[in-house]
């Protein structure tokens, strides 16, 4: 079996994270660790669920991160749809430049963040190695030499914001979150007053607190070109090459640890 699993971009930063100094082996724990799931899923048609608030949110406004994409860059995007594969990985790019997705230019990967801090912290550190990977498997599969993953921030949806002033409730007696924490959680997840206001409104919430009237005066909109940033980089066939090799050598671990 081990000649037939393909690696699926997304997983790729896994299986290159590097044994600790000093390690004889070849391929890290953490390695190993995925390639048990990797092994599982292949022999048993199983698959981890992962589910979380952030992999929901990024999913529901998926839509909206590539609208606002497609006006940060002035180039209309639509989802591509389409599994591409080789004899080493398998992938599925979000958005592409290019004629066609088998002979794109640029590949396009957005991140939804979860909120104005994860989006800052994103914006102001080295790009996560997990999506350098990913990225160079998606320049991989379609011949693309450069690669953007875009980092967009937008409207936590209504339904994912009350579930957050649910939890929020277990926090208070009876239940009764005080109105001005529930303004500010919406205020939180929200980053125009149009939306604040409709939020505030679907939730009933009225301003007789001065520390709500003080939420409301003092929400500050965030301007449509500070919710976008964007980490480009080139295709390096080195790195293509590393990547190569460390997918045959996760094959021939499966086969000596589980096919042996």
């Given at each position: 079996m081990e000649n037939n699993i393909l690696f699926r971009c997304s997983s790729l930063g896994y299986i290159m994270t590097e044994p600790k100094k000093g390690s004889t082996?070849?391929?890290?724990?953490?390695?190993?660790?995925?390639?048990?799931?990797?092994?599982?899923?292949?022999?048993?048609?199983?698959?981890?669920?992962?589910?979380?608030?952030?992999l929901k949110k990024g999913n529901d406004v998926e839509e909206d991160s590539i609208t606002l994409l497609s006006r940060m860059t002035k180039t209309f995007f639509t989802k591509n749809e389409q599994q591409l594969s080789n004899d080493f990985v398998k992938g599925t790019p979000d958005l592409f430049e290019g004629p066609e997705i088998i002979k794109a230019t640029r590949i396009r990967d957005t991140k939804s963040s979860w909120d104005i801090f994860t989006f800052n912290r994103a914006k102001n550190k080295p790009l996560d190695q997990k999506y350098y990977w990913q990225g160079h498997g998606y320049m991989w599969l379609t011949g693309a030499e450069l690669c953007n993953i875009d980092y967009c921030l937008n409207n936590t949806p209504y339904h994912i914001v009350l579930s957050e002033l649910y939890r929020e409730g277990f926090k208070h007696k009876d239940s009764q979150t005080p109105e001005w924490i529930e303004l500010q959680i919406i205020a939180n997840h929200t980053y125009d007053f149009e939306t604040f206001e409709k939020y505030r409104k679907q939730r009933d919430l009225s301003i007789t607190m001065d520390e709500s009237k003080y939420i409301v005066a003092g929400f500050v909109e965030v301007p449509m070109k500070e919710r976008y940033h964007t980490f480009e980089f080139k295709r390096n066939d080195e790195?293509?090459?590393?990547?190569?090799?460390?997918?045959?050598?996760?094959?021939?671990?499966?086969?000596?640890?589980y096919e042996s």
């Open positions: 082996e070849k391929l890290s724990e953490t390695t190993k660790t995925n390639l048990i799931d990797i092994y599982t899923s292949n022999k048993y048609n199983r698959f981890t669920e992962i589910s979380s608030k952030y790195d293509l090459k590393r990547l190569e090799n460390r997918i045959i050598d996760c094959r021939k671990f499966i086969k000596s640890t």
